[in-house]
């Protein structure tokens, strides 16, 4: 039995589908999905783990794109995929047992920081630069913390790779943001097995927007392939302000 109206879900899925662009370029589609579902009436477990569920369209539907376009190899990644997803679920376990509450206070200086890196950083493109740290140094370590991040709360995900694949692979902006999506997907699929034993999803609602993240996620990527670092850039500044200005407003209103 569907737990919402007709009409509601019909909202979801128009979020669903703008979060899909949105997230498919520059990371932070949850910044829309989530509180979409909350608002839709979803107990706070229940709401994260339909967001993980829809979630996983959309960044699939963003590495197919990328991957067809030769902007990622997807079988290059597949053991730092592997290494996301257990270090998801591993976070997901444990989520009730960290200080949520003290990483949440971080987290808007974090994604301040991660904007006004790219809004002043100059010479960011989509060419490569240097690599500060080797990909298996970045694989045991970058890779897993920000997977299990990822499977503890979620929030800033998709800004955080970004920054660590420029800033410590010297990835361009357009090569970052597709090496992103898979691990992103990777870090929903361990999280989302957790979350299904654990706690509730609402199945249909979640699948009805996945199909509209997973459309969404298909324009965002011929966006970002078309255009490149002159819209990955300024959307990134813009998602990682706007989320810190919520996570703000949360703590200040809660």
Request: hydrophobic fraction near 55%.
């Amino acid at each position: 039995m569907l737990p919402i109206s007709p009409e509601i879900l019909l909202l979801l899925v128009l979020a669903a589908f703008v979060a899909g662009v949105i997230d498919s370029i520059a990371g932070g589609g949850g910044l829309l999905a989530l509180p979409a579902i909350l608002l839709a009436g979803a107990p706070p477990v229940t709401a994260l783990a339909t967001n993980k569920l829809q979630g996983m369209f959309g960044t699939a539907s963003a590495v197919i794109h990328y991957a067809r376009a030769g902007q990622v190899e997807p079988r290059r990644q597949i053991g730092p995929a592997l290494v996301a997803a257990l270090s998801a679920g591993g976070g997901a376990l444990v989520a009730s047992h960290l200080p949520a509450e003290a990483i949440r206070a971080v987290l808007p200086v974090l994604l301040i920081a991660v904007a006004l890196y790219f809004g002043f950083r100059k010479g960011l493109d989509d060419e490569d630069r240097h690599e500060r740290m080797t990909p298996a140094a970045f694989n045991a370590t970058a890779v897993p913390g920000l997977a299990f991040y990822d499977g503890v709360l979620g929030p800033g995900t998709g800004s955080f790779y970004m920054l660590a694949f420029v800033a410590l692979r010297g990835h361009g902006l357009l090569k970052a943001t597709a090496h992103t999506k898979l691990l992103n997907f990777a870090s929903n699929v361990g999280s989302m097995l957790v979350f299904a034993l654990v706690a509730q999803p609402w199945w249909l609602v979640g699948l009805c927007m996945g199909a509209a993240q997973f459309a969404g996620a298909q324009v965002g990527a011929r966006l970002a392939v078309r255009v490149g670092a002159r819209m990955i850039r300024p959307l990134l500044v813009v998602v990682s302000v706007a989320l810190a200005l919520r996570l703000l407003w949360q703590a200040w209103s809660g």
